[in-house]
Each structure stands twice: as C-alpha cells, then as structure tokens.
C-alpha cells in the first residue's frame, strides 16, 4: 500500500517494476475503464430517451455489434490486427457500423411500431454481426486471432494512456454536449408531439440522440470492444438512485456511475480468477442481465413493453 | 385577469390539411375571439384530429394561413408559439419517477433558461394551474400511479402553464367517467370566461358539446358541413346527416340516444304522459314490440322517447281538452292493437281523454296491463306477440 502510494504521488522510481505496472499497465487500464464505462452508460441512456424504454441500449439493440463488425472488417482486411490501426480511423470505422446498425434497426421499427419487437430486432442484428465477425475472425491470420477474439468480447487490458487521451477528447465533448441539450431531452421525454408543442425541434433532435448515442458507443466499441449490459443496467440504477427522470441529474449521474460500476467490473475480471483474466463482458454480463429480466418484468406488469 | 372579448385570438384563413401531401379538407376558415369555446364535432375519421393538429404544427399545413393573436404562424418561432398556443394531446406516455408537478413544471419550457431550472415565479405559475383544475393534491404523487380523469386534468394544467391565450385540446373527454367528463369541461369553460383562453377542440360526446361551446363545427368526409351556435347545429335531422345514423336515434333536444323501434304494425297502445311512459318505451323496444302511444300533449317528455322508438304517436295541444280527431285516431289504434298498457300517468283537466281510452279499451275487451310483469305475463299467454 506504501509502495503504491510512495510510487503515484512522489514519482518514487527506485522500483522500476512497480513504477511500470502502476503507471503503464493499472492506471491507464482504470482510467479507459472508467471513462469507456461513463460513455457506454452515457450512451444507453441516450437511445433509452430516445425510444422512451428503458430495455434500450447500445448492446441490445445492435448498434456494439454493429461497429463491432465494421471494426473487424477493417482490421482483418487492411491491417491485420485490431490493435494496429490508428485510433483515429478505428472510431470512425466502428462510428460508421454503430450508425448503420441504428438505422437497420430504427427502419425495420418504423413498420413495426413495436417496443418488443424493436428490441427482438435489435438482438437479431446483433446476433447476425457477431456470426459475420466470427466468420471473419475464422479466416484471419493466426497471429490476429488471439487479439482479435480477445477484443471481440471487450476487454480494457490493452490500455495506454494514449487510448485515454484520445477517448477522453471524443467522450468529454460528447458529454458536455449532451448535458446542453438536457432541457429538450426533458421534454422530449414526455413524448415527441409534446416536445414539439413546445418548440423543440424533433426532427433535428432525435438526430442528434442518434449521432451522439453513435459516437460514445463507437469509442467504446473502438478501445474496449463490445461490452454487454451496461448501456441498459447502468442508467436503471442511476435512476433508481436518483428516483428521478430528469436529464439534468441523469446525464452526469450515468456517467459517474457507468465510471465506477466499468472500474469495479474490470476490477473483478482481472482478479477473481488471478492470473486467468475474464473478459469485462463476462462480468458486465452476469452482473447487468439480471437488472435487464427485472426491467422487462417490470414492463410486463405494467403493458408498457 | 381581464381581456378584450372582441381580441380575435386564432384565426384560419383558408387552410387546407391533410396528410403525406394529400388534402382531406380544403379552405377552412374559422376565428376564435377571447374566451370562446369552439367545437368540433363529426364522425370517426372525418378529419377532426388533423385540423388540430395543423394548427398545433403536428402537421405540415398543406395551404393557407394560421393567425395566432394576429401573427402568421409561420413567422413565428418555436418559442413564440408555445408561449401562445399550449396542445393537450392524448396519448399513452406515463414517464416513471416523475411527480405531478414535474410533469405540470414541464408547461413552463417555454419561459425557463437553458438549462429549464424554475424560478420561484414558475413554481407560483405550476402550484396555480394545479389548483386551477383542483389537481393540488396530486402534486406529489407519481404521474404513473394517478387514475385517467386525473390525469387529463394534469395534462391540462400543464397545457395551462404556458399560459397560453389559445388553447388546442383533441377529444380531452374521451375514456373518462361520467363524473370527470363534467369536471373536466367546467374547468375548460371557467378557464375561457375568467381567463379569456380561446378554446379549441374537438369532442365524440355531442351532448356535452351542445352544453360547453359557444360555436360548432360540423366536420364530416372531408369537409366543413355546418358552422354556427348550439342551438342552429343540434336538430335532430343536422345530427342524423352529421353523423350518417340511419338507425336509430340522436335526440338533439335532451342528448337521448335511442335503439332502432321494433317494426311492424303497433301491437300494443300505451298510455302515458308526464315522462310515465319512458321505462315503458323502452321496455318495449328491448322486447321488440312494435306499439303506438297516446295521447300526449305536444312538449311532454314522453315525446322524446316515443317519437324514435314507436310506429305511431297521437299529439294533440297541451293545456286543453283532446281533440275530437285524436281521440278517434287514439280509438282506432286501440281497436288495430291486442294489448294496451297504462303507465298510470295521472289523468286530470287536460288529458281526461286518456281515462276515456282505458275506458274504452277495458270495454273492448282488450288486455290492459299497468305493470313490466303483467305485460310480460300478457306476452307469454299470447304467445304471438
């Protein structure tokens, strides 16, 4: 305990091991988990506010597996390994799966106009993706294998404090951005008619939740691959914290607690089987599938699903 | 609050609506002044909703000019609008974990910050539209757990937070109880006379449309049918037309709505008067036996009932002696009829001609019940009624 305080706050060197692992392996590794984990909550409370139900959620609906895809895609075809190729163009590729994956969706359920059959939607898409990845990962190079499988299913043990920099300038924009809309999302909450009666443009709203649910999924697609549930437990819990609808306290609320349950999750992944690391799906999942069943039982009391 | 009755508040010039492009009705034109109430009324998918919802801008206008308190629409900002013009649309959304008065509060977005925190002034303006649709002590409850009379008037206090000077409601009355129907539309009226809020909307219940609103509009396949006061739009043929009824009845008059009469020659003559005969009428429209009723003096309630429901009424003037020529018609439909029924109407200086009918009646050997039970029993013995 000494040892790592000595090592965080007075630089202390005279370990070069434990400066290392401290420095270079555990704190970049906390930091990505914190700020991925913030935009992933971020980003299912946003397409949640967008469908007006609280199942929604990055994972669910397609739009994880999405970029996953198209990430796979360009790593398999262009590089040959996910980890190699510039952050920059990562996200964009995984910003452009996340869209079109949302749009597949938001087009099927314009016909249906269904809450469960949208999400069966959702989770078809996503089942579809993953079979491609999987297909794609088949055929890449034994060497990418192992990176890519261990990244197809999330992960935040690749981290460098150059993924934190990077991700923290898409994600704290996106975040500012989103909390300066949180009176519209208020509204928007009580129903798009009542939302435009008052004067908020819808068209260009519902827009901008697409674009910017999008790029926090895509981030996070990008750096940690698909992590499961979050999007969808995170903004559950935050509401009951807070028992409160509101975007104003919801907005940083998901984000701090997306924060805090992501670097709890990854805390368990890597130690409760030590030295064999979980994926931080595998924990996410067993920890926010559950909140998910309770939500739907909810719904179904109450017919709103 | 005072206001200037003569303030034209909407006005519509030629508007012409309909969806995806294609218009359903065309050239509307209608002003609503301060405080008026003004009602559309007409068939399921007659276009009700769509005009409401093109002034409320839910729908594209397909032509034409809306004028809010003089201004073109169209000139006017999302904003601007919604600080004049409040919409209370039904629809299912129960957002969780919000309290009434949240939910009231969110009427104030048009007047609140960037970041939409109330003032002490907001707060004032919500806790008076709550008290204004007596919804006070609903504040603290959650808008998913209140009943649906409740929550129309939570819409409606939301919708009163904007403080609008025109207000847009589509069908406010539907799926509520008697009890909250009224309620409901008494709030609405107050609001129009004390507040001067021009009130439009659009209601199924044609008798309480009769009661609350200064003009009616008819709006019925695609047009405007009628426009005009209560009283010029609510005759019993208007209603007919309107409504396309061709069996059964509307009466206009009470708001009485009536089955189809049995048909066929009247088999039984009732003898009513005085609102006596109603339970009767009816029982014998249920047991789908065509009859004839008489005599009642013209304006008796009875009218309203067994003029839709029997094959012939004899009417003679009131407040005096029967005519010779409807006694003898009386007579004749007596002699046609198997049964007479006597609803024990109480007989007296103008309607002597009714104890002369019994009379008669008993004399000619008919079969005279005063009772449901005798004229079931008289049903059953003849079997062929």
């Known amino acids: 305990m000494q040892k ?55 994972f669910v609906l397609g739009i994880s597996s999405g970029a996953k895809l198209f990430l796979t895609v360009a790593a398999v075809f262009l590089y040959g390994a996910a980890g190699s190729l510039p952050p920059l163009f990562t996200v964009l590729v995984s910003l452009i799966g996340a ?64 993924d934190v920099r990077f991700s923290a300038f898409i994600i704290f924009p996106a975040l500012i951005l989103t909390f300066l809309f949180s009176k519209p999302m208020g509204a928007y909450l009580y129903g798009e008619g009542y939302a435009h009666s008052l004067g908020v443009n819808v068209r260009a709203f519902r827009v901008l939740l697409v674009l910017l649910t999008g790029v926090l999924s895509s981030v996070v697609v990008a750096f940690a691959g698909p ?17 409160t609808q509101k975007p104003i306290w919801m907005i940083p609320a998901t984000f701090l607690c997306g924060a805090l349950f992501c670097v709890l999750c990854d805390l368990f992944a890597r130690t409760l089987f030590a030295p064999t690391e979980l994926s931080i799906s595998t924990v996410t999942s067993v920890l926010g599938a559950p909140i998910v069943i309770r939500l739907m039982a909810l719904g179904r009391r109450k017919n709103e699903i | 609050m005072k206001f200037d009755a003569q303030d034209t508040r909407l006005a519509l010039d030629a508007l012409t609506v309909g969806y995806g492009g294609v218009p359903l009705i065309s050239d509307i034109a209608l002003s609503l002044r301060a405080g008026e109430i003004v009602t559309l009324i007409g068939p399921n998918g007659a276009g009700k909703s769509t005009i409401l919802k093109s002034i409320t801008r839910h729908l594209a206008a397909l032509a034409g000019t809306v004028y809010l308190d003089g201004e073109d629409m169209r000139l006017l900002g999302g904003r601007e609008i919604a600080q004049k013009m409040a919409a209370v ?53 959650e808008i998913s757990s209140i009943s649906d009379g409740q929550r129309q008037r939570i819409l409606l206090a939301r919708a009163l937070c904007q403080t609008p000077r025109v207000i847009v409601l589509d069908e406010p009355t539907s799926f509520l109880d008697v009890r909250h129907k009224i309620e409901l539309l008494e709030i609405l009226s107050d609001m129009a006379k004390k507040d001067g809020i021009a009130v439009l909307m659009s209601l199924h219940e044609i008798d309480l449309a009769a009661r609350i609103s200064d003009r009616i509009v008819c709006v019925r396949g695609g047009e405007i049918t009628a426009v005009g006061s209560p009283d010029q739009i609510f005759t019993d043929e208007m209603i007919r037309d309107l409504y396309g009824i061709e069996r059964g009845s509307f009466g206009a008059l009470l708001g009485n709505i009536e089955l189809p009469a049995p048909c066929g020659a ?76 006597n609803c024990g109407a109480p007989v007296g200086e103008y309607n002597r001609c009714n104890a002369e009918l019994l009379q008669y009646a008993a004399g000619a050997g008919k079969t005279v019940v005063t009772d449901l039970d005798g004229l079931d029993a008289a049903i059953a013995r003849e079997g062929t009624v």
């Open chain 1, 99 to 162: 869209l079109l994956s949302i749009l597949l969706v938001l087009g099927i359920g314009v016909r249906v106009k269904n809450m469960s059959a949208l999400l069966v939607i959702g989770i078809m898409v996503s089942y579809i993706c993953s079979a491609l990845t999987d297909i794609l990962i088949q055929f890449a190079n034994d060497a990418d294998i192992a990176s890519l499988t261990h990244w197809s299913h999330g992960s935040f043990s690749a981290a460098t404090f150059a």
């Open chain 2, 266 to 341: 009247p088999r039984c003559f009732v003898v009513g008067g005085g609102g006596y005969g109603i339970p009767f009428y009816r029982a014998l429209q249920k047991r789908g036996v065509p009859f004839a009723a008489g005599i009642l003096l013209w304006g008796d309630v009875d009218l309203v009932v067994a003029k839709p429901l029997s094959q012939e009424v004899v009417c003679t003037p009131p407040f005096q002696a029967a005519r010779a020529q409807d006694t003898a018609k009386a007579k004749a439909l007596i002699d046609a009829a198997s049964l007479v029924l």
């Open chain 2, 89 to 141: 649309f039904t629809d299912s959304i129960r957002p969780e974990m919000t309290t009434c008065f949240e939910f009231v509060a969110a009427g104030r977005y048009p007047y609140t910050g960037s970041f939409g925190a109330l003032t002490p002034e907001d707060k004032k303006i919500v806790g008076a539209a709550l008290d204004k649709v007596r919804a006070s002590e609903l504040a603290a409850r």
């Open chain 1, 4 to 58: 790592i305080f000595s090592v965080l706050f007075y630089g202390d060197t005279s370990d070069p091991a434990a400066y290392n692992i401290l420095w270079k392996i555990r704190l970049p590794r906390i930091a990505l988990a914190a700020l991925l984990g913030g935009a992933l909550s971020l980003s299912g409370f946003l397409i949640q506010t967008f469908f007006r139900n609280p199942i929604a959620g990055p």
């Open chain 1, 227 to 243: 992590i499961s549930f979050v999007g969808v437990a995170v903004p559950h819990i935050s509401r009951r914290l807070l028992k």
